[in-house]
């Protein structure tokens, strides 16, 4: 049982470039998270999603794009990399919304814009 | 989601109990106390969870105060690769903005040997 796979593991983007990020899950979870984790921070989410062909913004959507076309991957979407995009970026996911819920993630992938 | 309370840092000796603190006092009475870690810049890692009684299982014990306002991790017996930021988590129950978990900084808590 794999869990949440993130590819690529480490990317580095000159400013303007664009990129996937892309996220794969095998448990059938519905809900799917996109975080972002600066230096010394703690996780911010970017965007989620309920189920498939459904997302929404999070805190810091700004600068990103998702989609969400099968229950298993939720790709994110950078269209003109900046340095501010610099970050570790996680994606998780939960089998479903409720209180008694854990979410699991990936292990991450290390972005730095130059 | 109620805000919550860590120490930045915390130590402990190998083989230990680590005592980890978490102060939420203005937690609703339907939220969830979660607690995630993240060793080494990994993803975090679910522990545990619960609401108003004690809660234990085969990673940690989470002992919550009567009037839910604070809470403590407790790692019965720290070792090495227990290293990590420890995240103290306040969640609504479904509904509203259930779908997501709220992170703040978090305790590092460094084991010693």
């Known amino acids: 049982n794999a869990g949440v796979t993130q590819t690529p593991k480490f990317r580095i983007l000159k400013i303007g470039q664009s990129m996937t990020l892309q996220c794969t899950q095998d448990m059938n979870h519905n809900y799917m998270y996109w975080y972002r984790q600066d230096p010394g921070m703690g996780l911010k989410l970017i965007y989620y999603s309920v189920g498939a062909g459904i997302t929404d913004k999070g805190e810091v959507p700004n600068g990103y794009n998702v989609s969400r076309s099968t229950t298993e991957d939720f790709p994110l979407r950078l269209e003109l990399a900046a340095p501010s995009q610099t970050s570790v970026y996680f994606c998780?996911?939960?089998?479903?919304?409720?209180?008694?819920?854990?979410?699991?993630f990936g292990q991450g992938t290390r972005l730095t814009v130059v | 989601d109620a805000k919550t309370t860590q120490p930045p840092s915390m130590d402990c000796a190998e083989g230990r109990a680590a005592n980890l603190p978490c102060n939420h006092s203005?937690?609703?009475?339907?939220?969830?106390v979660y607690w995630y870690r993240q060793i080494h810049s990994q993803g975090p890692q679910y522990i545990i969870h619960g609401l108003k009684n004690n809660e234990t299982n085969e990673m940690a014990s989470l002992i919550i105060t009567e009037d839910r306002k604070s809470s403590t991790l407790i790692l019965p017996h720290a070792t090495l690769r227990d290293t990590a930021v420890y995240y103290c988590i306040v969640r609504a129950p479904s509904g509203g903005s259930n779908y997501k978990l709220t992170f703040g900084k978090g305790t590092l808590l460094t084991v010693n040997p």
């Open positions: 203005t937690i609703s009475g339907n939220e969830y």
């Open positions: 998780a996911s939960s089998q479903r919304q409720g209180s008694d819920t854990e979410a699991f």
